[in-house]
């Protein structure tokens, strides 16, 4: 291919520009050979002329095609040169904001100067296991490579980040790190990984400092190797230091800092801790404010100071030794702002002994201060003969002291180092390590010095050893494809190296001058000149004596010799030394001691070895005067070979950092600079050495799927064989053979050949577009003629028409317009004679009608004369009647008024009679008589408890006398003052009980007098409502006397109503209280239960078949009774339960059951007072006296409403004795233990009184009710003789038919009697036995309360008793501890605390005891409870037995013969249980779990080996074997997961159990017995319940179980899925011939790919989902689960698919799109035929599916970008930014996104609140439920095959 075909018109060239380094043109004339001008056309439309030589053939260079542009990889570029390098690399950084390009084996990092979402764990996690080159460039991709490779080759890796200060080299290396730490963590429990992290912020605020190109510099080189074990996790590391730039302690430029530990420390001097260091502001120290400025923007020294702490602390350094630290630093501080005096001669000087700096100096470092101040300013000579010491100049001392200052800094940094590494440290054996070298750039500056020389020096070392690498891989990439090639020509730095670093080089000449007494710089800067000036990589400037210019391989750099030798000598003096030796801190004397150990750390790379320095005790004797370590450079250059030896030793990866501008701009890109570092990097060598070989490489497959329209049809049809009909196509194109070679797998081609080939390509595309073009253009145009030519001939026909309708039109409107001129004139005429005709007629009509007007005004007038005449004397008539009207009526009320004022006296008069009065006070008198024998009671009460008190007072006092007696006694014994003082003490304390005593009795007292008072008021307010009780009764008979009978039949109606009403409500009540009993008794039952689970094992709990369902909020314990009113019974329960849970009232509890007793008869009462008030309804419609009737009435409905009062007022009584029973209950059980007992237990007994008192007036207010009735029923008897025998046939009491019993008879009539003596004979009463009735029952009220009463008197005296004892017991305890107190007052203070102590143990000794001892006893009560319960379920199960069959028995001989029959039919039955022995278990679970194969029982019903346990566990219930079911639960859920651990990764195995899991589970549910899962039994699967025990908790543990199960299934079938996703959905061309392929570079190297091709289709995942969805539906697992199962599935599909298509660049494309919508369509058309749409899968897949559509939508015009948005909604903008930056065209004809439609949707999506996260978190699980699914099958229908050997089990 010759010059002249490629220097065409419309080709594009990169010509150099000043600016831009490099600028784009186009070629507007073709180049002919000899041309001495290229005609070209810039960018901007500038026609430029190109002038070349044509001697030199130095035309420009090509550029290359758009479809190339913006690639992974340099080296995929077929132009490979500068301008293509930096034009690809400013495309990705701007335009795509991608940082990361791969150059070959090389990735080059660009600085963004920003924060990027691209590095997060999801990043990490899709990187990892990933080929390099098959995802788009990343830190975490090389990272991955190595670690890759060190897995799978078993050989130590290197990865080499490398690019001047600020590229982001420190950044790039801790991302690397974070890497490994992430995917090779720590096994173990020691996170080595975050040691490793936490050494980052360590070495950064020590060694890296603010320089003007980056605030965060590493002035230090560093190899960081991460250990790895056998299994490849993490366990330690290594980290080796080079050539840290002292200087800059003592020393910074401009706009510089020192290092950042400084300003840290400086930033937190006010914390407590730091005030002895005695430090300020850094504004305040020489050593940190040479550079101005000590703040970096956005950087907080005093939190990143807390970072360091935290890494000093979780690396293992003690907090002594962090402070040391910051002493030594602070101390270097203090160092730097030493006064220094010189004096006149200035040959010597002097430092003030009061310098404050100098003496916190000496004191932060434990030195001598006399000793420092004098060697600071003087030196020691030593002579062969003699020793001197001999001061120091001013400038001699500043050297001195900054040189010790920067071996201070020095020292510490290496023992950090050190200290780092024995943390990172590990005793297991390293099996290979990934070392990560984190070291400086090439440098050149203004001002180069020895640091720079040392660095650049490195440097060519490094590119060296790339160089051989990178041409290493060419060559076996050549060998390995078997191709011919030759030896490839690069360049070689051997010879600056040498230079460098070969005898008598520059390093060699420079220790050499060093060693002279008398060298100076500028006579090694002779030297040099003198050996090296004919040097091709040495030149001496010209002008300058004292610098030297370095050919480096990246450019040339000039060096100044000032410093070389101070710097490379590092002196300090020994003296200097010596003293900070003799410190007292030993961590400042360790840091000086074994020098050549702890130097040779940093510098020379041996700080590996984690040993700790000690001290020797004896000093180490030491020449004087001589060297006594070797140069700086001396051991850089060991370091450095060393270095070497390990890179070389490795497997090396590279980074290279580049950092596009200066300002620190985020995305802004300086050509200039970013050219400058390319070539110092090396990326431009490799892109040499590349290009120099065969740079384009294609597989056969690719290459014939890409060029085959260059292919003739013959060639295709010939040969089958891809690779033949390759060669034919290239030998046809490309004439000259040197330019391809054919390898084994691929096609190799020389730099240029695929843009020749896309050229073509793009030539055979322009003409065919051409042919189809012109072809569719004249069919368009045809087309155009025939549509015109229809379209004439149409209009013709339809202008005809029109005309000849129009014409017409017009002769219609003409006839139209006769006919219309005819009628009008016509109508116009007619009008007028109608207006004619109609005035006469008018006229003459009013004419008439005023005439008949004025005459019948005329009459009317007449006639109203007449009326008004009329009315007149009528008004005169009625005003004459009225006066007199009114004058008789005035008279009548004056008279009227006269007579009611006599009946009015008379009435008065009658009042005040006696007679009158005893008629009210009828019936009061038996209540004064009762309240005044109650006050009479409660007086005599009152005496008896005055004497209880004046006894117990006597009591005391004899005691007094006594104990007064005894003490005279003692005293004439004895003269003890100690005695006479305890025995005033006990004295008093009587004296304080008989003063509480009195206390008690007057509160007794009080409380009586305040009882009588209340009593004195209840009479008088009760006198006053019976008064008002009878006006109201009065009013209500009077009323009701006057209602007609139409109103009493409604009433009565209404009444019945009212009364059924009340009736059921009284009904329910009772049913409530009965409830509320039942339900406490209930409360107590479960609080045994509870105390017996908690004693017991977890496991299932008992469900006792005769424990009552009921449950209560009630809180209150109660005592349960077998039977109601069996007093019996309850006081024994009570003794058997114990006095803490018999805290009830016992008479309290009677009461109540009497008063539930009452209720019912009352209730009895109601229901057949009802039945005859319906009777009496009916016979009353035949009753002809209707005041009888109402009479009847009348009394009947009064006594109900009494007896309805009396029934409310009993049930409110009932209600608050309840209440008070409870109260009681807390109070007891609250204040069981305390000294209030007497004092509530006498209130308690007020309230049993006044609950007495409230019964008795009820009692009385009936029996006054009825009195009031017989009285009005003799009245009436009196008033009519003939209504009487009518009352006696035909009206009745209720009850009054009611069967009486005689004793209760009699008994009402005696008490009738007696209440009634002054009374007339009620006896005809006694027929409804009423009155006998409510006589009995207060009777039986009287004894109950008397009953009450002395049970209460009695437990009073009982509780008195106690207290006292209890008095006593603390009387003498208190002795005691009287004792002890006078005992312990005469001891020591110790001996009093031990002495305290020892008590305090007895004590809490004896309270645990007393503990255990009640501990004991409740669980013996509660084996007593349990044996009673077994006994009690035995008899009821008896009882029932009994019941089933004696029942048949008393039914008809028929029905007997048939249920006898039936019976014995069910025994013979199978009645879904199995039976098995206890020691068959284990084979149970061994046959049926865990060696049972799901093939087994596949042609059985699903889900068998779940039927058969139940059916066990069944029986186990049915037997009430409550060990015997815990131990198979527990068994089975063992076996599962046994068997599960064993099948971790066998779908079909989990699958099975994962079905039958769930199926045991919902059989537990379903035959649980609750009703909720019943809902859908049948009567035979109610049949099938547990009945004894309740499995809840077991039922939790399956579903837990379940949810293990269903996890599992998830990552087999991950796991399975996972590595088909990638190349089926993204890479598969399920279209033939749709998509393009792109040059790939070194994609798919050896390195990176296995042997084997994984290669999956579309095909391969249905069929692999078809298999999944067999076995879960042939396994009978739940549709429910099924469903989650796929949607989880096709969630990790659409994850997975959609994070590649985020990190690939080739796949992002139109064709791809089609492609993958293709793909998802066919996912959809499975998931419809297996019914799945449903589960909600198609929705997860909605993100995948959004991303396709988005990579096939036009991306040009706004309205583009709405669509867009709008479509989009499944997606982040983050995504969607990312797919749009990564979209590639596959051919020229496609256009790219422009970087202003990328700004528009941003702009567009802006307003969206998405998460930042890139990626899907593929790992993500939806929480799965298990809905309950029950079964319809019974379980007497299951059949067990005999393959599964459960012989054993027997057929219940």
């Known amino acids: 291919m010759s010059v002249v075909e490629l220097y065409t018109n419309y080709t594009r060239v990169w010509i150099p520009d000043p600016e831009e380094v490099w600028k784009s043109a186009e070629i507007i004339k073709d180049y002919k050979e000899g041309d001495k001008t290229l005609h070209l056309k810039l960018e ?471 060693k002279v007494p008398k060298g100076t710089d500028e006579n090694w800067a002779q030297k040099l000149y003198d050996r090296h000036g004919g040097c091709q990589h040495f030149q001496k400037p010209r002008m300058s004596n004292t610098s030297f210019i370095v050919v480096h391989f990246a450019d040339k750099v000039e060096y100044q010799c000032d410093g070389f030798l101070e710097k490379n000598r590092d002196t300090v003096y020994e003296e200097q030394i010596n003293i900070l030796k003799a410190s007292k801190y030993p961590m400042v004397a360790d840091l000086f001691h074994d020098g050549k150990e702890g130097k040779a750390g940093a510098p020379a790379g041996k700080g590996v070895s984690s040993k700790v320095h000690i001290r020797s005790a004896r000093p180490v004797m030491k020449a004087a005067n001589k060297e006594h370590k070797k140069t700086v450079g001396h051991q850089f250059r060991n370091s450095l070979h060393l270095l070497m030896e390990t890179l070389n030793a490795t497997t090396p990866h590279y980074v290279r950092c580049i950092k596009p501008n200066d300002e620190k701009l985020p995305f802004s890109f300086d050509p200039k600079r970013a050219v400058q570092q390319l070539r110092a990097c090396g990326v431009l060598e490799t892109i040499r050495i590349s290009a120099a070989g065969y740079p384009s490489r294609w597989t056969y497959h690719d290459f014939f799927n890409r060029y085959r329209v260059l292919m003739k049809k013959k060639d295709l049809s010939k040969k089958a064989d891809k690779k033949a009909i390759c060669k034919t196509l290239l030998e046809n194109l490309i004439k000259d053979p040197d330019k391809f070679q054919f390898g084994r797998t691929k096609i190799f081609f020389r730099a240029g050949q695929v843009a020749y ?21 004249g069919w368009l145009q045809r087309l155009k003629y025939r549509r015109m030519r229809k379209a004439a001939v149409l209009i013709q026909r339809h202008t005809r028409g029109h005309l000849a309708r129009r014409l017409a039109n017009h002769l219609r409107k003409t006839k139209a317009a006769i006919v219309f001129q005819k009628q009008y004139r016509m109508l116009r005429i007619r009008r007028a004679y109608q207006m004619i005709h109609g005035a006469a007629v008018t006229i003459q009509a009013f004419a008439r009608g005023m005439f008949v007007r004025r005459a019948f005004q005329k009459v009317l007038a007449e006639h109203k004369a007449t009326i008004i005449q009329k009315n007149t004397r009528a008004w005169l008539a009625r005003r004459h009647f009225l006066r007199f009207r009114s004058a008789a009526v005035v008279i009548q009320c004056y008279f009227r008024r006269m007579k009611a004022r006599q009946e009015l006296k008379a009435l008065k008069i009658e009042a005040r009679s006696a007679q009158h009065l005893k008629r009210l006070n009828v019936g009061m008198e038996n209540k004064v008589v009762q309240l005044q024998r109650k006050i009479d009671e409660q007086n005599k009460e009152y005496k008896l408890l005055n004497e209880q008190l004046s006894t117990t007072a006597s009591a005391y006092s004899s005691e007094l006398e006594k104990l007064k007696k005894e003490l005279e006694r003692h005293r004439r014994k004895s003269g003890d003052g100690n005695q006479i003082a305890s025995l005033q003490e006990e004295i008093d304390s009587l004296r304080l009980a008989l003063e509480k005593a009195h206390g008690e009795r007057k509160i007794v007292e009080d409380t009586y007098m305040k009882e009588k008072d209340v009593l004195r008021k209840r009479i008088s307010d009760l006198e006053e409502e019976n008064t008002l009780l009878k006006e109201e009764k009065e009013a209500l008979n009077n009323k009701i006397l006057h209602q007609s009978e139409d109103e009493f039949a409604q009433n009565a109606a209404e009444e019945n109503a009212l009364m059924k009403k009340e009736l059921e409500e009284e009904r329910s009540r009772y049913q409530n209280l009965v409830k509320e009993y039942s339900t406490l008794e209930q409360r107590y039952d479960n609080l045994r239960d509870e105390m017996t689970i908690v004693k017991q094992t977890p496991g299932h709990r008992r469900n006792p078949s005769n424990q009552s369902s009921l449950e209560s909020d009630s809180n209150y314990p109660s005592i349960s009774t077998s039977e109601v ?228 008197q009695r437990e009073h005296d009982e509780e008195v008793e106690t207290l006292k004892d209890q008095i006593e017991a603390l009387r003498e305890e208190m002795g005691k501890q009287q004792e002890i107190f006078y005992q312990t007052l005469q001891l020591s203070p110790e001996a009093q605390v031990e002495f305290g102590i020892q008590q305090e143990i007895t004590r809490l000794t004896n309270e645990n005891l007393d503990l255990k001892e009640l501990l004991e006893k409740l669980e013996k009560n509660e084996r007593k409870l349990k044996k009673q319960l077994k006994i009690y379920m035995k008899k009821v199960q008896d009882y029932e037995a009994n019941q089933v069959s004696v029942q048949p028995e008393k039914q008809q001989q028929q029905q007997e013969l048939t249920r006898q029959v039936a019976v014995q039919r069910k025994e013979k039955e199978f009645q879904g249980m199995l039976e098995y022995y206890k020691e068959d278990e284990a084979l149970l679970i061994r046959n049926l779990i865990t060696e049972l194969k799901p093939q087994t029982v596949s042609a059985t019903v699903p889900c068998l080996p779940a039927y058969i346990l139940y059916m066990c566990i069944r029986h186990a219930d049915y037997i009430n074997d409550d060990h015997k079911v815990h131990s198979l639960l527990t068994s089975t859920i063992n076996g599962i997961k046994k068997v599960l651990k064993k099948h971790n990764d066998d779908f079909e195995m989990t699958s099975f ?76 061309e399920s279209i033939q011939g749709l998509s393009g392929v792109k040059p790939m570079g070194y994609r798919k190297r050896s390195s990176s790919t296995g042997e084997g091709d994984n290669t999956y289709s579309l095909e391969a995942i249905i069929r692999q989902l078809n298999t999944f969805h067999g076995v879960v539906c042939d396994q009978g697992l739940d549709p429910e689960i099924v469903q989650q199962i796929f949607k989880q599935l096709f969630y990790m599909i659409n994850a997975v698919a959609l994070n590649n298509l985020l990190l690939r660049k080739d796949v992002c494309s139109w064709s791809t799109g089609m492609q993958l919508r293709f793909n998802i369509g066919q996912l959809e058309d499975w998931l419809r035929g297996k019914n799945l749409l449903q589960s909600g899968a198609v929705e997860t897949m909605e993100p995948l599916i959004q991303a396709a559509q988005l990579l096939q939508l036009k991306k040009k015009t706004s309205e583009d970008a709405e669509a867009i948005c709008s479509l989009c909604t499944s997606l982040t903008t983050q995504q969607i930014v990312k797919i749009l930056n990564l979209y590639t065209p596959v051919n020229e004809f496609e256009e790219r996104v422009t970087v202003s439609f990328i700004r528009n949707i941003q702009a567009h999506l802006q307003e969206r609140n998405d998460p930042q996260q890139l990626l899907l978190d593929f790992k993500y699980t939806f929480p799965v439920l298990f809905p309950f699914n029950p079964s319809s099958l019974t379980m007497d229908s299951i059949h067990i095959p005999a393959s599964l050997n459960l012989e054993f089990l027997n057929k219940v």
Request: proline fraction near 2%.
């Open 757 to 777: 080939l896309e050229k073509l390509r793009a030539d055979k595309f322009r003409s065919a577009t051409i042919m189809i073009q012109k072809t569719v253009r």
């Open 1553 to 1628: 159990w994962l079905s039958n899991a769930c199926r045991l589970l919902h059989c537990l549910k379903q035959y649980s017995g609750d009703t909720g899962f019943m809902t859908q039994n049948t009567s035979k699967q109610n049949e099938h319940c547990l009945k004894n025990f309740d499995l809840t908790e077991y039922r939790q543990v399956l579903s837990d179980l379940s949810i293990q199960i269903y996890q599992q299934l998830i990552k087999i079938a991950e796991g399975v899925l996972q590595p088909m996703i990638v190349t089926a959905v993204l890479e598969n």
């Open 44 to 514: 901007d439309g500038t026609v430029v002329e190109y002038p070349i030589n044509p001697e030199a053939n130095d035309l420009p260079f090509l550029r290359n095609p758009d479809i190339l542009v913006g690639e992974n990889d340099l080296t995929a570029l077929s132009y490979l040169h500068e301008p293509a390098v930096l034009h690809n690399l400013k495309v990705r950084f701007l335009e795509s904001n991608h940082i990361y390009t791969y150059c070959g084996i090389v990735l080059v990092a660009i600085n963004p100067y920003e924060q990027l979402p691209i590095y997060g764990q999801d990043v990490i996690y899709a990187y990892s296991g990933q080929n390099m080159g098959d995802m788009d460039p990343h830190i975490f991709a090389v990272a991955e490579e190595a670690y890759k490779q060190m897995a799978r080759d078993e050989k130590n890796q290197s990865i080499i980040v490398s690019g001047e200060s600020g590229a982001g080299k420190t950044v790039s290396a801790k991302y690397a790190m974070r890497f490994f730490a992430s995917v090779g963590g720590s096994s173990s429990e020691t996170n080595i990984e975050e040691k490793v992290l936490a050494s980052s912020p360590i070495m950064e605020s020590i060694g890296n400092a603010k320089t003007t190109r980056n605030d965060n510099s590493s002035r230090f080189g560093k190899y960081i190797q991460i250990g790895f074990d056998k299994r490849y996790h993490i366990i330690g590391a290594n980290m080796r230091t080079y050539l840290l730039e002292k200087s800059r302690v003592v020393f910074q430029a401009e706009d510089e800092r020192n290092y950042h530990i400084f300003y840290q420390l400086c930033a937190s001097a006010g914390l407590p801790e730091f005030k002895d260091l005695l430090l300020t502001s850094a504004e305040d120290f020489f050593y940190t404010a040479q550079g101005g400025d000590t703040f970096i923007d956005g950087v907080d020294d005093a939190s990143d100071f807390e970072k360091t702490r935290q890494a000093f602390t979780l690396l293992g350094v003690k907090e002594t030794h962090q402070m040391t630290i910051f002493k030594i630093l602070a101390a270097i501080l203090h160092l730097g702002n030493l006064d220094i005096h010189p004096e006149r001669d200035g040959e010597s000087c002097t430092i003030s002994k009061q310098d404050e700096h100098l003496r916190n100096f000496c004191r932060l470092l434990g030195a001598e201060h006399s000793q420092m101040e004098h060697w600071l300013c003087h030196r020691k000579l030593v002579t062969t003969s003699e020793t001197y010491v001999k001061p120091m100049s001013a400038q001699q001392v500043v050297n001195a002291r900054n040189a010790l200052a920067k071996h201070i800094y020095a020292q510490l940094f290496n023992w950090i180092v050190q200290h780092v590494n024995k943390a990172l440290y590990t005793t297991v054996k390293q099996h290979s390590f990934i070392g990560v070298l984190d070291i400086y750039g090439f440098e050149t500056f203004e001002i180069n010095s020895f640091e720079q020389f040392c660095i650049n020096y490195a440097n060519e070392k490094l590119q060296q050893q790339f160089n051989l690498h990178v041409f290493k891989l060419e060559q076996e990439e050549y060998m390995k494809e078997e191709i011919p090639w030759t030896l490839i020509d690069f360049y070689d730095n051997q010879p600056c190296i040498d230079l460098i670093e070969a005898k008598l080089g520059i390093f060699d000449l420079l220790d050499e001058e060093c």
């Open 1125 to 1352: 009113g069996d007093t019996e019974d309850a006081i024994q329960q009570v003794e058997e339960i114990g006095l803490e849970k018999a805290a009830m009232d016992m008479t309290l509890f009677l009461k109540l059951q009497k008063r539930v007793r009452e209720l019912e008869q009352e209730r009895r009462k109601l229901q057949t007072q009802l039945e005859k008030k319906e009777n009496e309804n009916k016979k009353s419609q035949v009753i002809e006296m209707k005041n009888e009737m109402d009479l009847d009435r009348d009394t009947d409905l009064a006594y109900n409403s009494l007896k309805r009062q009396e029934l409310e007022s009993e049930n409110k009584k009932l209600k608050n004795e309840l209440n008070e029973l409870r109260k009681a209950l807390v109070d007891r059980v609250a204040q069981n233990n305390s000294s209030n007992d007497i004092q509530d237990s006498y209130s308690l007994l007020l309230n049993q009184l006044k609950s007495a008192n409230e019964e008795l007036e009820v009692r009385k207010e009936e029996v006054l009710i009825l009195r009031t009735q017989i009285i009005k029923s003799a009245q009436q008897k009196d008033t009519g003789r003939n209504m009487e025998s009518n009352i006696h046939m035909q009206t009745s009491w209720p009850n009054s038919d009611k069967h009486v019993d005689p004793e209760d008879a009699i008994e009402a009539y005696h008490g009738v009697c007696q209440t009634n003596r002054k009374t007339e004979d009620w006896g005809y009463l006694n027929e409804d036995g009423e009155l006998g009735l409510a006589y009995q029952g207060l009777k039986q009220v009287a004894r109950l309360l008397e009953a009450q009463l002395q049970d209460q």
